[in-house]
């Protein structure tokens, strides 16, 4: 007498959905609500009738101006849209996600900025 074994066959595995990525058209439209710097240059150039060239290193020069500024602790005025500032922040007690521990964040500085009324106004 010959007794044959049948193999079960397995159900597949339910499939669970896969998270969904952000498609491609939103993650590109996020990405053009922000002006690069080629951009900056490109409208400063088609403004002032500058060159391209001429345009990146006045661009260049002003940011380095603004950087500068900063870091020497001066708050930094831009007619129409706000001012720059550097605030201290005070040193404090955290907590460390995960342990619960109790660290101590020691004082440092900010960069903080403050929008013009006249920018405000028109959003």
Excluded: C, H, W, Y
């Amino acid at each position: 007498m010959l007794l044959t074994m049948t193999k079960k066959t397995a159900k597949p595995a339910a499939k669970k959905p896969a998270a969904k990525a952000a498609p491609a058209s939103k993650a590109a439209s996020v990405a053009s609500n922000k002006v690069a710097k080629t951009q900056l240059v490109e409208m400063v150039a088609d403004k002032t009738g500058l060159t391209k060239k001429q345009s990146e290193e006045a661009v260049s020069a002003m940011l380095d101006a603004v950087v500068s500024s900063i870091k020497g602790g001066q708050s930094v005025g831009l007619p129409g849209l706000g001012t720059l500032s550097v605030k201290d922040t005070a040193a404090r007690t955290g907590v460390r996600p995960g342990t619960s521990e109790k660290i101590q964040i020691p004082a440092g500085k900010k960069v903080a900025f403050k929008v013009a009324s006249t920018l405000k106004g028109t959003l």
